[in-house]
């Protein structure tokens, strides 16, 4: 019996004009492809080839429906318009109730894969209904509500779309394969759920990708992230906002020039919408706490909407930066959310006055760098972070405007050599002479791994110096933020 079975309907693979293959014979093949090497190559991905031109539901057919563990639903028009397809997903249904349920923890061993837009409506008629699974669009829908397919034959950006989301349903195929064999998942899937509800707003058609790639990640941290289905823009689409802003703790907005679709009886389009919607739930006092994340290199002053406009250049959570970055702001605010009384803001930033934090780090020590300033945002400082994209000129640039700007510097030394860590503080130095005016609050070095072993030639009467522990992070940090905090009160 197979373990997978990907069920299709026979137009979604219908082959264009001077092609050899069709959309269900990319994706098949990829899919088969990557699970395998995620799995090992005993894993058996089953379809039917209907060789025949038709959707026939034969003995055969049927037998690897009922007894496969996980069944992928390649889902379009097409495919709810089929008898045959419908009755497949019927009769796994049946078989996956019978034994055990169609469920595994919080996940569905249905995976709905979106060839192209479905009116959830339609999918609500499916048995089961399917309109509530969460599911893996291959397609991104541009300003003017059309919709763009990730086809690999329509060029390279929507072929590393494709790819990238075959890779997405291929891990969750292996996440499920692992909990119905009985094995051990990986630590960042299948995790217990947090409590934390998160809103991630609908994007405009360019940050469509990064955007669901961070929803996934998010989910597979545990956290509860809406909206779990697409709303459409029918006239009811305020009111399902509205609903789901009611259950958020998180509210994350990506926004770009590019601002969505514009629904039905509304003349704003949807990235305005939610914005003016989650602002209007913010005041009412409930706690909710947003991030506006725009990607590197926009500008406000790019966007069409005036109000929006207006309303972002008053916004102090806006973060232009790439989605790592925003993954770890996002982090940072849970950690808050969770843990509240850990991380008491301090007066200054309860009063409105956000300290401005340059963490410098090299490149690979990202992966070190992350929970520090995980921790520093959460304790209500803005934290800037180096510049690893652009040629080395503007590099050297944004290091120097960070350094002249910034209110205090620490300096996170893992992997990096000694000559790493000697240019790095000359240029705190340098940094007068570069046109700052004011003294640094505060100057901090945290040695960790093996850098701490070289430290004793780092003589500098004002440099506070951080040896990592096993201890709390809390605990490391505490000699450099009681010292910034000095300073601030004695600056006034």
């Known amino acids: 019996m197979p373990d997978v079975f990907v069920s299709y309907a026979h137009v979604d693979n219908e082959r264009v004009s001077g092609s050899d293959r069709g959309w ?41 429906v009922r007894g496969t563990r996980i069944f992928v639903s390649v889902l379009s028009p097409s495919y709810l318009e089929s008898t045959w397809c419908r009755t497949e997903l019927r009769l ?20 709905k894969v979106l060839k192209t837009p479905v009116d959830r409506s339609v999918e609500a008629t499916a048995e089961p209904d399917i309109s509530d699974v969460i599911g893996y669009p291959f397609f991104r829908q541009r300003d003017n509500g059309r919709h763009w397919e990730y086809d690999p034959q329509f060029g390279q950006e929507p072929r590393e779309e494709f790819y990238r989301q075959v890779y997405e349903v291929a891990l969750d195929a292996k996440a499920l394969l692992g909990s119905l064999l009985g094995e051990q998942p990986a630590q960042n899937v299948l995790v217990k759920p947090t409590g934390v509800v998160i809103y991630v707003a609908e994007p405009g058609g360019d940050m469509a990708g990064d955007t669901e790639r961070l929803r996934r990640e998010l989910r597979q941290f545990g956290h509860t992230v809406l909206p779990e289905v697409p709303y459409g823009y029918g006239a009811d689409y305020v009111e399902r906002v509205r609903a789901d802003l009611a259950r958020a703790q998180i509210v994350v907005h990506p926004v770009s020039s590019s601002l969505g679709a514009m629904p039905e009886s ?15 739930a913010a005041a009412g006092g409930d706690g909710l706490m947003r991030l506006v994340w725009m990607p590197p290199g926009s500008k406000i002053e790019a966007i069409a909407d005036e109000a929006l406009r207006d309303a972002l250049n008053a916004d102090e959570t806006v973060r232009v930066c790439t989605l790592e970055t925003v993954k770890s702001a996002i982090t940072a605010l849970v950690q808050r959310l969770l843990a509240p009384a850990a991380h008491p803001p301090e007066s200054s930033v309860a009063s409105g006055e956000r300290l401005q934090l340059y963490l410098v780090f090299d490149g690979d020590d990202a992966d070190r ?19 690893f994209e652009g040629d080395e000129n503007e590099r050297r640039d944004d290091h120097d405007e960070s350094l002249r700007e910034c209110d205090a510097i620490l300096i996170l030394q893992a ?39 070289g430290a004793g030639d ?5 440099l506070i110096v951080l040896r990592a522990s096993e ?20 600056a006034g």
């Open 471 to 490: 201890g709390p992070l809390s605990a490391t940090l505490a000699p450099f933020l009681d010292a910034l905090r000095r300073s601030k009160g004695a």
């Open 369 to 387: 760098a992350r929970p520090v300033a995980d921790f520093l945002f959460a304790q209500g400082f803005a934290v800037t972070l180096p510049l």
């Open 266 to 280: 509304f003349e704003r389009r949807v990235v305005a919408l939610q914005y003016d919607l989650a602002a209007a």
């Open 415 to 453: 992997s990096a050599t000694d000559l790493w860590r000697r240019a790095k503080l000359r240029d705190t130095r340098r940094a007068f002479g570069n046109g700052r005016r004011r003294p640094f609050l505060a100057r901090g070095l945290l040695l960790a791994d093996t850098a701490a072993a």
């Open 24 to 64: 269900i014979d990319w994706f098949f093949e990829t899919f088969n492809t990557k699970l395998r090497q995620l799995c090992g190559p005993k894993v058996q991905v089953w379809r039917d080839h209907k060789i025949d031109g038709s959707d026939v539901l034969t003995p055969t057919i049927e037998e690897a």
């Open 92 to 111: 796994f249904a049946e078989a996956a109730e019978a034994l055990g349920g169609l469920r595994v923890g919080t996940k569905s061993r249905i995976l």
């Open 458 to 462: 780092t003589l500098d009467p004002d």
